[in-house]
């Protein structure tokens, strides 16, 4: 697992320049692999980016019956979620979905979630009460809004997931933002922060200012800087990661 210091740190970024440093690190299919599929609503975007790592549940709040069997396993589930490793990012994969009847979440299980160390949620399912769960700290990419809670309770927990078209483990690495999210294979975790930052100060050094000054160039003189920019650009990626990246 990532140090503190180094989760505050991938904080600091947007969910995309998170994505432009693991591309180069990962052995994975990096245009297909590890983020959301399915299109994401970020309640919170104000918060800015999550960073944590996913405790996972499964709810089917069009059945009763989970709902009457929620007093035996409310315990364990709660105990689940505070003796997981923090920062802890709730990721819950809704059974109604695409047909959402209820939702899980407002402003009592944001209180309740943020008190065992979770600092937001991605679910396929609904949320409510976004005012009071901004309130509270807790940050929700979610499906749609709801109004009623039906018979929401976890069906199951700690275990395999899928949400807007990708499945998650519980204990992954997530990065979330008003852009999707993104979660890291465990083997590419050590490296990510280095990756992400190269890859943003590359920008900034390289292609960003050949495109953004300065004043007065001529158009030849405008293609020209971008052409060397790129050319500078792909040359510092493949020095850095040893021709392993994506240029």
């Not at 979660?183 to 930052?197: C, F, G, R, T, W």
């Not at 495109?211 to 001529?218: D, V």
Request: charged share 20%.
């Amino acid at each position: 697992m990532l140090s503190h210091t180094e989760l505050l740190q991938l904080k600091r970024w947007n969910t995309p320049t998170i994505y432009n440093g693991w591309e180069q690190i990962t052995s994975h299919n990096h245009r297909q692999d590890a983020f959301n599929l399915d299109e994401t609503h970020d309640f919170m975007p104000q918060m800015g980016p999550m960073v944590g790592y996913a405790v996972t549940a499964v709810i089917e709040p069009s059945n009763p019956a989970h709902k009457a069997a929620t007093t035996h396993r409310g315990e364990a589930y709660l105990r689940y979620m505070l003796n997981a490793p923090g920062p802890k990012i709730v990721v819950v994969q809704d059974l109604d979905h695409p047909r959402l009847v209820g939702s899980w979440w407002g402003e009592v299980n944001a209180n309740t979630h943020r008190a065992l160390g979770c600092v937001g949620l991605i679910t396929n399912g609904t949320i409510r009460d976004i005012d009071e769960m901004t309130n509270a700290g807790f940050k929700a990419i979610a499906a749609r809004l709801c109004v009623g809670h039906a018979d929401a309770a976890p069906v199951r927990w700690n275990c395999q997931v899928e949400v807007f078209g990708r499945k998650i483990q519980p204990g992954q690495l997530i990065h979330a933002d008003k852009h999707g999210f993104l979660a890291i294979p465990p083997e590419d975790e050590a490296d990510l922060l280095d990756a992400a930052v190269f890859m943003d100060q590359n920008e900034t050094q390289s292609v960003i200012p050949a495109a953004r000054g300065p004043a007065g160039r001529t158009n030849e003189q405008l293609i020209k800087d971008m052409i060397d920019a790129r050319k500078a650009f792909g040359a510092a990626v493949k020095e850095k990661f040893q021709g392993q990246g994506e240029f």
